[in-house]
Structures are given as C-alpha cells and as structure tokens.
C-alpha cells in the first residue's frame, strides 16, 4: 500500500481499496493526489524548505537527515521528496524500478505468507485453517488489486515500461479506476 513513503492513496471516502487517482473530495488534502504529487517529472511530496517546509517542525537532528533524500530513510523518501522518476536509489536503481519492486516485494510477502499457512493444514483444526485460508486468499486478492492499480497508474506518468518480471495481469488502469467498495469496513449503508 505505501511504499518508500507514499501513503493516503486509497479509494473515497474510506480507507480501503486502492485509488491513487482520488482528485476530487471537499479538500485537497482529503485527494491522493494531493499526497504523492506524481507527474511527467516524479512522484512525491515535497516537504523540503524548498517544498511545504513541513520539515522545520521535527528537531534539528531529524530534519538535517530528511532533508536530504540521500540520507532520507527509503520508508520516507516520497513522504518528504519528489523525486524524478529516474532518481537513483542506494546508487544505481531507478526511482520508478525501486516502486514496482516495492509493490511487487507486498505481493509476493503476501502469497508467501498464504503458501506459508497451506503448509500447516495438518496441523490445524479444519474450521480454523479454512476461516484463515480464506482470509489469506482476499488478502492475496487485495494485494494484487493494489499492486496492478498503483503500478499501472503511476506509469502513466512516469511513461516507462514496467521492469522485467513484474506482472500487472491483463486489466486496463479504466477497469480498476472503476471499482467501488460499498461495503468495505466503516461504511455505513446509505439509504
């Protein structure tokens, strides 16, 4: 969901499914966009002193270090930096390299995690290995919608090809940006 330090880039109004594309709410700050700032140059928000100087509130120690995306921890590059999508990460990967892998790193921890729980069916009762069994499929599920949405939205912007073993499945960026969740946890039915 959010790596190197996207974050807030879920569906409206709920904190769900995947919508990296979310521009119109009742405030800005409410949009993913407003949060990973992706275009034709990079992705990230910039919270630099030459960005929102958000930074100047952490101590100097902090800052000092943030402040720089060579020091800055990978898990909040893009939370403080927008980065070309070319920016060389720990010295020779590219930016938008790193992304897809990071996605792809989740979804693979995550059918691993499954494969792992598979493995254990000897070793736990039938109603409780099936009601985590299934859990552990939507999670798959999940990631993978995840995975293929952000992968594929974000290249629309950074305009290069998807990195060598990295699979979006076969749906279009359209058939995701339509999905809807109504009944995804914390909403309320609206009669």
């Known amino acids: ?57 952490y101590p100097d120690s902090i800052r000092n270090q943030w402040q720089d995306p060579l020091k800055c921890d990978p898990k909040y590059l893009l939370w403080f930096h927008h980065l070309s999508w070319d920016y060389k990460v720990f010295g020779n990967i590219p930016l ?50 995840w995975h293929h949405s952000c992968i594929l939205y974000f290249q629309t912007f950074s305009k290069r090809p998807i990195p060598s073993g990295i699979d979006v499945g076969k749906k279009p960026l359209e058939y995701y940006m339509k999905m809807e969740y109504p009944y995804a946890p914390g909403i309320r039915p609206r009669w």
């Not at 569906?11 to 990973?36: E, I, L």
């Not at 000897?122 to 939507?138: A, G, N, T, W, Y």
Request: hydrophobic share 35%.
């Open 96 to 145: 938008w390299t790193l992304l897809c892998i990071k996605y792809d790193d989740g979804l693979s921890f995550t059918k691993d995690f499954r494969k792992s729980w598979r493995n254990l069916k000897d070793q736990i009762d039938p109603e409780r290995f099936k009601h985590v069994s299934m859990l552990l499929d939507r999670q798959v599920h999940e990631a993978e919608l």
């Open 1 to 57: 969901m959010t790596p190197l330090g996207l974050h807030h880039i879920m569906g409206p109004n709920h904190h769900y499914g995947p919508g990296p594309w979310v521009s119109k709410m009742s405030r800005a700050d409410w949009t993913s966009t407003y949060y990973h700032k992706a275009d034709s140059l990079g992705i990230g928000f910039d919270r630099t002193v030459t960005g929102s100087n958000a930074l100047a509130q």
